[in-house]
T-cell receptor, first 115, second 115 residues
Framework: AQTVTQSQPEMSVQEAETVTLSCTYDTSESDYYLFWYKQPPSRQMILVIRQEAYKQQNATENRFSVNFQKAAKSFSLKISDSQLGDAAMYFCAYRRGGTASKLTFGTGTRLQVTL | DVKVTQSSRYLVKRTGEKVFLECVQDMDHENMFWYRQDPGLGLRLIYFSYDVKMKEKGDIPEGYSVSREKKERFSLILESASTNQTSMYLC??????????????FGEGSRLTVL
């Protein structure tokens, strides 16, 4: 079974600084997708960024980027120029390729943003 | 925009009661999911459905059942609620078929307290 590990239960970053959230996963598949989701306090979960395993180029969405190390099975999220609105729970998730539909999530990292 | 609506944001029930959690999505998605979210445990999949009247067990199906009579609606049923089912329940939907990216769209969550 696939597992997703987030080893940082909590992180803190100062406004305008950069922070990196870690995620590792375990799979024997070669075709899969990886995701980072954000859950703001009392609000619904939204997708931050997605990475296809077959793509070597790291995904980027504005201030959010990933460092995808396929051999090491590592998928970290970098948030640049952190803003107060980035404060949230962040979940890393894995999905097998093909027609598979279910996602396996990590335990989450709570990010605090301070002034 | 995809909208996933969960019928109740907060519920308080007594041990032994039958509980229904309803979820409706408006984007004609094939797949629907029920996750449970607990601190330190992340999101764990209870059940999912990839078509009307179809269901598959997730990682923690014990004590739960589901119903999908219409494509847009997916219900989670606790036949006899117990205190260890106190949790946040998240419904999600996604497109199906080959080549889908697997992105999940989430509802706002239903926080259930069983006394």
């Amino acid at each position: 079974a696939q597992t997703v590990t987030q080893s940082q239960p909590e992180m803190s970053v100062q406004e305008a600084e950069t922070v990196t959230l870690s995620c590792t996963y375990d799979t024997s598949e070669s075709d899969y997708y990886l995701f980072w989701y954000k859950q703001p306090p009392s609000r619904q979960m939204i997708l931050v960024i997605r990475q296809e395993a077959y793509k070597q180029q790291n995904a980027t969405e504005n201030r959010f980027s990933v460092n995808f190390q396929k051999a090491a099975k590592s998928f970290s999220l970098k948030i640049s120029d952190s803003q107060l609105g980035d404060a949230a729970m962040y979940f890393c998730a894995y999905r097998r390729g093909g027609t598979a539909s279910k996602l396996t999530f990590g335990t989450g990292t709570r990010l605090q943003v301070t002034l | 925009d995809v909208k996933v609506t969960q019928s109740s944001r907060y519920l308080v029930k007594r041990t032994g009661e039958k509980v229904f959690l309803e979820c409706v999505q408006d984007m004609d998605h094939e797949n629907m999911f029920w996750y449970r979210q607990d601190p330190g445990l992340g999101l764990r999949l209870i059940y999912f459905s990839y078509d009307v009247k179809m269901k598959e067990k997730g990682d923690i199906p014990e004590g739960y059942s589901v119903s999908r009579e219409k494509k847009e609606r997916f219900s989670l049923i606790l036949e006899s609620a117990s205190t260890n089912q106190t949790s946040m329940y998240l419904c999600a939907s996604s497109l199906g078929g080959q080549g889908n990216t697997g992105e999940l769209f989430f509802g706002e969550g239903s926080r259930l307290t069983v006394l």
